[in-house]
T-cell receptor, first 110, second 115 residues
Framework: GQQVMQIPQYQHVQEGEDFTTYCNSSTTLSNIQWYKQRPGGHPVFLIQLVKSGEVKKQKRLTFQFGEAKKNSSLHITATQTTDVGTYFCAGTSGTYKYIFGTGTRLKVLA | DARVTQTPRHKVTEMGQEVTMRCQPILGHNTVFWYRQTMMQGLELLAYFRNRAPLDDSGMPKDRFSAEMPDATLATLKIQPSEPRDSAVYFC?????????????FGPGTRLTVL
């Protein structure tokens, strides 16, 4: 079945450093979504990417969808303590069934 | 503002007992998802509904889990009998499915502990 892996599993950074998490799917995706889950909270939608090679920015966050639509990345510039949490990608091959990635837990040290 | 609600927020029960979790999707949303989150398995899709019809429940252990939508404002997930390995956080999410794929709005979750 379809699998979605994320690396790294954990990342500790000093406040102000950059952070990147990578998402890789075993199958070609129709679109990919990114979510953030704060400790003790629930996943919150960040963005959706649909087109091959698409790049979207939200303030300090940059999201990319690979040309082959099998991988994606999330890059945070100059991390802040408010960025702490687990970042998930979720991909679908064309149905409402989204497969969530394994997540990357980000810790930001002040 | 509109949000998904789930009850109960916490549930502690003993092995063998029946557990029912409820979810109220955002009004107007036509797609409902049930997820289970554990440290070991991450976020797993258990079932999803569109317009109250179950589209996929392949992620659910059929012998003990059941999911229903009695009406558009209520989704239920039932475990009978419960087992310690069912201990997890169960999230309900709703969305407005259509020709374009839209975000999923997650509820706060039900933290289930089966002793």
């Amino acid at each position: 079945g379809q699998q979605v892996m994320q690396i790294p599993q954990y990342q500790h950074v000093q406040e102000g450093e950059d952070f990147t998490t990578y998402c890789n799917s075993s199958t070609t995706l129709s679109n990919i979504q990114w979510y953030k889950q704060r400790p003790g909270g629930h996943p919150v939608f960040l963005i959706q990417l649909v087109k091959s090679g698409e790049v979207k920015k939200q303030k300090r966050l940059t999201f990319q969808f690979g040309e082959a639509k099998k991988n994606s990345s999330l890059h945070i510039t100059a991390t802040q303590t408010t960025d702490v949490g687990t970042y998930f990608c979720a991909g679908t091959s064309g149905t409402y069934k989204y497969i969530f990635g394994t997540g990357t837990r980000l810790k930001v040290l002040a | 503002d509109a949000r998904v609600t789930q009850t109960p927020r916490h549930k502690v029960t003993e092995m063998g007992q029946e557990v029912t979790m409820r979810c109220q999707p955002i009004l107007g949303h036509n797609t409902v998802f049930w997820y289970r989150q554990t440290m070991m398995q991450g976020l797993e899709l258990l079932a999803y509904f569109r317009n109250r019809a179950p589209l996929d429940d392949s992620g659910m252990p059929k012998d003990r889990f059941s999911a229903e939508m009695p009406d558009a404002t209520l989704a239920t997930l039932k475990i009978q009998p419960s087992e310690p390995r069912d201990s997890a956080v169960y999230f309900c999410a709703s969305g407005l499915g259509g020709s374009s794929y839209n975000e999923q709005f997650f509820g706060p979750g039900t933290r289930l502990t089966v002793l």
